[in-house]
Structures are given as C-alpha cells and as structure tokens.
C-alpha cells in the first residue's frame, strides 16, 4: 500500500531565508505532485514530476524528484509572506493497491514572518 | 477552457438529514472525477471516484454514496448525516490519459 509523508508538518520561516520541505513515499509511484493551499481554499496544483531527476521550478518554489530515493523536495527561496500556505505532495498509486489515484501526504503548513 | 464547479458553497445540516453535493466540469469530455474529504486541519482521503457514467469505486465505507448521473457530473449524497461527516469537500478532475488533476472550489459542511 502506497504511502506518503511529509516532513515537516508545520515550519515557520522568516522572510529572504531558504527552506526545503520533503515527501517520501513508501513504494513505487510514477508521478508526484505538489500542491498549495490557502486557508480556507481548495488545492492549487504547483508542479506534477514524471522521471527521475525531474526538475521544475516556479518562481521561489523547486520541485525536484529521485525516484529510487522515493523522496521528492519542495524547495523554498528566499520566503516571503505571499508564500504562506499549506503545501502537500501526493504520489500516483501503482497498479493493485490505490487503483493509479493520489495518495497524499498531510501537508506541511508554512508560516513565513517578517 | 475546463472549468469545474461546486454547489453549495457552504452548508450547515443537522445530524440525521440527508446530504447532496453536486460537482460538474465544463470544456472536456469523459473525465475521470473524484470526491474528497478534508476534514478541519487534516490531509485529503479519497471517498469515490469514477472513470465514466454509472461507474463508481468506493475507497473507504462510510454512510455516503456517489453517482454520475451524466458524463460531466457527479453527486455526492447521504440518507442521514453523522457529526463526523462535517468537513470540506472537494470535487477534482482528470483528463483521461493526462497526468494533470485539477480541484473545484469546494463544499464547506458542517454537521451540526
């Protein structure tokens, strides 16, 4: 059975400083994603990674993925407060057990203070 | 452009009504769609999700049901709400044979 953690679950930042947020998974899974989400609102999907060592990135936001580590990182440059928000990663379930729909992780809430 | 929504916006129900969320997605053709729960301060669980009209798989047994009446919509329904079905509902979508999953807007309820 696939599943997915996140590490930390809550991180406070203070603004211009860099941070990384980490998804592991626990069996094989061929896309990971990553979204954001404001209190009070639905799911903003961020980046979808598909190949080992995919890299994309957004503005302060990089997503990176190593599928045989199967960890994926959401890095964080140089926070501001408009960052502020859950981010949650999920992974693609392989065939059997989650029938290829997301699993996802608990989210992480990000706090970024002045 | 593909769009989604979701109605209501917000509900408030008292324990042992009955419950219908309605969700549809414009500007595609034969979605594949999903309902989840995020109950206050917690990740996402899937309850049901669907691949085509009348074709429905259940992830976790509770007292709700779903259906897909038409191509591009989906009900979410219960006979007799519990206190523990408060939560917010989210409605999501995929294109078949895409990777890209989209969420609507959301269904706020609370069971009082």
């Known amino acids: 059975e696939l599943k997915v953690e996140q590490n930390p679950l809550f991180l406070s930042m203070q603004e211009g400083k860099n941070y990384t947020i980490y998804c592991n998974y626990s069996?094989?899974?061929?896309?990971l994603y990553w979204y954001r989400q404001d209190p009070g609102k639905s799911l903003e999907s961020l980046f979808v990674l598909l190949s080992n060592g995919a890299v994309k990135q957004e503005g302060r936001l990089m997503a990176s993925l190593d599928t045989k580590a199967r960890l994926s990182t959401l890095h964080i440059t140089a926070a501001v407060h408009d960052l502020s928000a859950t981010y949650f990663c999920?992974?693609?379930?392989?065939?059997?057990?989650?029938?290829?729909?997301?699993?996802f992780g608990k989210g992480t809430k990000l706090s970024v203070k002045p | 452009s593909q769009t989604i929504h979701q109605w209501p916006a917000t509900l408030v129900q008292p324990v042992g009504s009955p419950l219908s969320l309605e969700c549809t997605v414009e500007?595609?053709?034969?979605?594949?769609l999903y309902w989840y729960r995020q109950a206050a301060g917690r990740g996402l669980q899937l309850l049901f999700y669907s691949v085509g009209i009348g074709q429905i798989s259940s992830e976790v047994p509770q007292n709700l049901s779903a259906s897909r009446p038409q191509d591009r919509q989906f009900i979410l329904s219960s006979k007799k709400l519990l206190l523990s079905d408060s939560g917010f509902y989210l409605c999501?979508?995929?294109?078949?044979?895409?990777?890209?999953?989209?969420f609507g807007p959301g269904t706020r309820l609370t069971v009082t």
């Open positions: 999501a979508w995929r294109a078949s044979g895409s990777y890209e999953q989209y």
């Open positions: 999920a992974a693609r379930g392989w065939r059997g057990g989650s029938q290829g729909n997301l699993i």
């Open positions: 500007g595609t053709s034969n979605p594949n």
């Open positions: 069996t094989t899974s061929d896309r």
